[in-house]
């Protein structure tokens, strides 16, 4: 079965400064890379997927996320945030059957002035 | 606008008590599923539809849990016998057919508070 691995609950930055947040993930086929956002008392919304091809993912907001099978990671990075990037990160891998996602626990990143 | 809605936004109910969720996804989306945010456990999968039909039920907590997928659109997740432990946010999405997961667009989510 697929796992997802947050590894850092927590991740507190300076504004401008680059951030990146740990995902590791656990499956013996080929699946689905998700990272989605959630703001403050909103809903989840979609920062980017890996489906295949290009190992290096862009997504919206200046956010990006490198797949690496051999360590079975997918680290969300961004080379400068800015305060309105605080927000809850969840990292998440599509099961086998593609019915459902396997969701980590979430990264709170807090980005102060 | 053509987005996943659900409803109510916020219930409160009473332990014991039954308590319905509304889904609507988008149009023309077949595939459906369903999701609860919880402190505790993070978000998980509850159920997923194709059309009508819930082949996979495999992330429901227990038979008080049940849902219904009728022409191919509406969803509702029931709860009966509510338990504290019910509180949570419930999550629906839609993605446009089966094998479509990677398109999988969120509602903004029916946060059930048990008391």
């Known amino acids: 079965a697929q796992s997802v691995t947050q590894l850092d609950s927590q991740v507190p930055v300076f504004e401008e400064a680059p951030v990146e947040l740990r995902c590791n993930y656990s499956s013996s086929v080929s699946v689905y890379l998700f990272w989605y956002v959630q703001y403050p008392n909103q809903g989840l919304q979609l920062l980017l997927k890996?489906?295949?091809?290009?190992?290096l993912v862009k997504g919206i907001n200046g956010f990006e996320a490198e797949f690496n099978k051999s360590q079975t990671s997918f680290h969300l990075r961004k080379p400068s945030v800015h305060i309105s990037d605080t927000a809850e990160y969840f990292c998440a891998v599509s099961n086998q059957a593609g019915t459902a996602l396997i969701f980590g626990k979430g990264t709170t990143l807090s980005v102060s002035s | 606008g053509a987005g996943v809605s659900q409803s109510p936004s916020n219930k409160v109910t009473e332990k014991g008590k039954d308590v319905e969720l509304r889904c609507d996804p988008i149009s023309g989306h077949t595939a459906l599923y369903w999701y609860r945010q919880s402190l505790g456990q993070g978000l998980e999968f509850l159920i997923y539809?194709?059309?009508?039909?819930?082949?996979?039920k495999s992330g429901l907590p227990s038979d008080r849990f049940s849902a219904e997928r009728t022409g191919g659109s509406v969803s509702t997740l029931t709860i009966q016998r509510t338990q504290q432990e019910d509180s949570a946010v419930y999550l629906c999405?839609?993605?446009?057919?089966?094998?479509?997961?990677?398109?999988?667009?969120f509602g903004p989510g029916t946060r059930l508070t048990v008391t």
């Open positions: 539809f194709q059309g009508n039909s819930a082949p996979d």
């Open positions: 890996y489906l295949s091809g290009s190992t």
């Open positions: 999405a839609s993605s446009p057919s089966v094998g479509t997961i990677y398109e999988q667009y």
